[in-house]
């Protein structure tokens, strides 16, 4: 079927390629020509504007928004509105807050305009292997877009199957998947990424571990000099841990198993942080999550206000009330302890 | 090569099996005599105690003890320790403390008897799917026993390899690994745990969040009644997250979606503990790890005694001394919520 | 000066009493004519409805709403909206989110009707004792109300003088602070109450330490009987940790040192979680705070979502996909344990 | 009654000066001949060796070691164990591992030397204010040595009595008490400080998000532009959550309101990790203890191995092999915000 997508970005243009690789039509948009040009030469029609795009989409259109959540997304899909037709549909398949979609498709609706939120996985494979997606909206509109979503599912290939699934919805062994009513797909996106934030964490706390097993500190019959690179290989053989996210892990260590070509400042996106909030609203303990987001901010700081405070009422202890420039000499060393800052030049 | 065994149940059984079927001898000692004649029904050398066991192993011997970690482990290398000679190798394949390694292989060493440690993973599927290996020891202890190592380990199987490790270990891409001197083996195999509580917890908090998506004390155009069966399978294929542990909760979930068959009650085995143990011996802060952990004594108890002592408090904000049976009506309603106790009976 | 009160209960009647016992006026209101006869009888004028309050003010008029955050107070504001004249004041003394008070003066703001949001700390012993609040909105406004704020006041009393002080704001060391516009008290209210989260687990979880200090999975001579009451009363007396928190938790212990008279089912009101949302909303780092939060929510359900996945995962590796209802012997006992399910009955 | 003091830095030292201020006589050594002079001067006997100090003592003996926990202590009570006579009692009033008590104890006992644990706390205060003290030991020796511990003490001073104590120790309302036999008296002060751990970084996190509540990341309306010295000194006034935490947090912030005279590298002693170690053994949960030790472990790195490999993983979702020098721009600022490596010049 035909697709308008707007938004030519390594997730936009795969995804487009994949469709088109199918057998699909597809009415591209970027605001960079370059792109639009690109794909053009892949068979699309391009487009110079969004009123060009939805000019030369066939009624009931459906326009794929694949562009950074945020402001730019808003903008778009409220251009679409005016432009667009009662039946026809947008869809935004980027990493939109959820309760952002639930407001957009109310306003839409007024315009009988159709919206299905589509969380989708899969990074820059998914032209190859195919798109994991979590798709929320009004089941008659979802199910016109199936041939869409069919054609971008990674299909069932060799992961064997879950035993009890005869009877349930075939398309999600498929890879796709109708979560429920606008929101849920992002909103079921959102607990992958969570759930990815918990993932990532667990598996780097314990290789923080190992690092640090011959720590100085450590009585040096207790000490062990571990390769960890090795560690990660052995481990995606007959463990069980394996998993896409250990293979990077493996991949990263086998280069430089010190890693010292990474900063550790490391950003977070917004399901993390949705993802507690939710956790919150429901009354959820949510522990591992949200220490896998807090590990996240106090990476991006060189110290927290926070620990300021526990500098400051230890130094109180003490009976002086002068500012101290090092309170706190090491007793027990860590893993690359900084000095404090007296000593630091 | 010959392998004596101690200890037939699941694992050491399995290990037997997996041995022979592979051209190894073995001569097999329980104190179950069933256990022992049903290894000799397939070609084992059966024996009818410790003493005998080693009676019947050609020097020098290799014998492997894989007993529940503990008081009967312990006791069984004690006796070994008295019955082996010489050259001869003790390998604990259980789940023992890796300082117990380090303390019984000082021992044994008096003797000139050596101990290798295995951290074993793999389970029930390990007899046909081979184990993954985390040894410690002596490195030429460990390559005495690689036709064993060689045999009960996965191999490269149809996993791909990770770039980047042409002229490294090879027999690490097989499934083993030697990781160090006595105690390493068990230390890393501890932290593999320590990652495995953590991905657990991870996944388990995020359908948590799914389930009680559609909580009465949310507003109602908020609420999602989402198919938690479903979106586990859907994760299966395609999406960042997928594993052997979120397979297991696909089948799990397509059997009963509820989980009402399951109890909540979670047990914890040594390694999650000792992970956090070695973790503030290093100074390594490891949160994620550590929740999982807490979550499961939490899941053992009906409240704990910290949790009366913030219902106290409370009571005491009131400015009444007396005691209250039902200090907090529930402002806030949260999942499958338990009355007060005043309410519930 | 005068003021006017709607919502009469603890908190409310005893503000009104200890601003007449001071020489101030106060018409009152409150749904309960009964409330509203009582302080009559003590010199307030009563009134018997909103419009009946705002009649007998004289202007510029001061009403301060003391009632439960939520609904009520919203509805009675937007009342007060129609009902008030330009430069007249709303003064909201309860547990409002921060955000709904910036909405709700923006709106009044229309009218020239100012809006006062009071953080008020002090529970009942408020009469006598005097209320801390942190108070948000314009200055000029807060000031024309300076008379009521250091009535209600604690003063110095008795509580040493911070040194370094000279200079600063003297309200602030009478208890009371301008702490900036609209929305500022109560944001501040809510850190306050969001660290008495963390306040209180941490004691809690010392405690709870303490009393299973005498476990019977730990070796006996590591055991101790600890009469957690006279620790508590010990703490109280010289050690870094006295609080009023900690002379409320001996208290309870000093009458009944197993707390069985308290359900250990611990209610949380909406500052915890508003706490958490800012953390996040500002990338700050708050684990303690967090935790805190998540023991409660905890503490009020029999089993979590998350632990019958544990469990449902921990019976998949035994290769077995029938249900299981009892997964997990306890092999280390804790506290108090639970019993499996199987064995519960 | 007489005691020897070994150790006279300002704990041993004050102890010594407030038991002679209140009549009671001291032998004291120091490795530091000016110490033993300075106390010489206000009436103390000196000793100038550990043999001198046992042979000044009249026997029974009570000797008091006042030294830094670790080696000096162990190596101190060797030769103590050496030199005394039975019925002589060795104090101990450092910050020792209760398990150390315990072994050590069991180890004098053989000579019927008597060993008694006091988890002391009072800090430089502790000589006019006196020492809240919590004792393990025989009940016959701690009842000898009450002479001591009563002086000691702080007295019941002006703190209101808490209700219902009445036929209960009262010892306790003088600020000591006989926590049980030997190692009691460490572990619950170990306990007292693994609670102060939590206390402190609850003020912390809290104090941390008022500071950030300006961030730019934030919507311009939803800023507060707080003055968090002043907040410090209004919850010492009629609050929920005063305590001298609180009062040292207050000075420190009316000092210098951005704590820039303090590194934020904060420093840990053992009691906060055997905290946690006890919690673990009695699988008691203990997430806000943990997680204010954490806290302090991360302080003293500038990242930890686990940031990197989150980075590192983060880099391989990209589908580059290739080390990235700054993986993650950051799109949510957050407060004080490191730059990535390579932006840092």
């Known amino acids: 079927m035909q697709l308008g997508m707007i938004g030519l970005g390594r997730m936009g243009g795969n995804i487009v390629r994949r469709l088109m690789n199918n057998g699909h039509h597809a009415v591209v948009y970027d605001k960079d020509p370059a792109a639009v040009a690109a794909l053009a030469g892949h068979g699309a029609v391009g487009a110079s504007s969004l009123e060009d795009l939805v000019a030369k989409l066939d009624k009931p259109r459906a326009v794929w928004v694949m562009l950074p959540a945020g402001p730019i997304t808003e903008t778009t899909i409220e251009t679409l509105h005016k432009l667009l037709d009662p039946d026809d549909v947008v869809i935004d398949g980027g990493n939109t807050f959820w309760q952002d979609d ?7 609706r007024e315009r009988q305009i159709h919206y299905v939120d589509v969380g989708t996985s899969g990074g820059v494979w998914g032209i190859d292997r195919g798109y994991c997606m979590m798709i929320g909206g009004d089941k008659k509109v979802v199910d016109r877009l199936d041939p869409i979503f ?6 069932i290939g060799d992961i064997p199957r879950t035993p009890g699934r005869d009877g349930r919805d075939a398309r999600v062994e498929q890879g796709y998947m109708h979560t429920g009513p606008v929101g849920a797909g992002h909103f079921v996106k959102m607990i992958h990424n969570g759930i990815e934030y918990g993932l990532m964490q667990a598996y780097a706390e314990g290789f923080d571990i190992l690092k640090n097993a011959n720590g100085a500190a450590l009585p040096s019959e207790h000490r062990f000099d571990l390769d960890i690179a090795d560690i990660a290989e052995v481990w995606r053989r007959g463990s069980v841990i394996p998993s896409w996210l250990l293979d990077l892990t493996a991949s990263a260590l086998a280069d430089n198993h010190t890693l010292d070509n990474y900063s550790g400042f490391v950003e977070d996106s917004g399901e993390g942080r949705w993802t507690i909030n939710a956790a919150i609203d429901e009354a959820v303990p949510a522990e591992v999550l949200t220490a896998a987001l807090f590990a996240r901010f106090r990476s991006r700081q060189e110290h927290t206000f926070s620990e300021k405070i ?3 009422m230890r130094a109180g202890f003490g009976g002086h009330k002068e500012p101290q420039q090092h309170p706190d000499p090491v007793r027990q060393s860590g893993p690359k302890i900084l ?3 007296a000593e630091r030049s």
Request: aromatic content about 0%.
């Open 150 to 155: 069919a054609t971008l599912s990674p299909g």
């Open 339 to 341: 000095k404090p800052e």
């Open 310 to 312: 526990l500098s400051a």
């Open 102 to 108: 639930i407001r957009r498709a109310k306003a839409l």
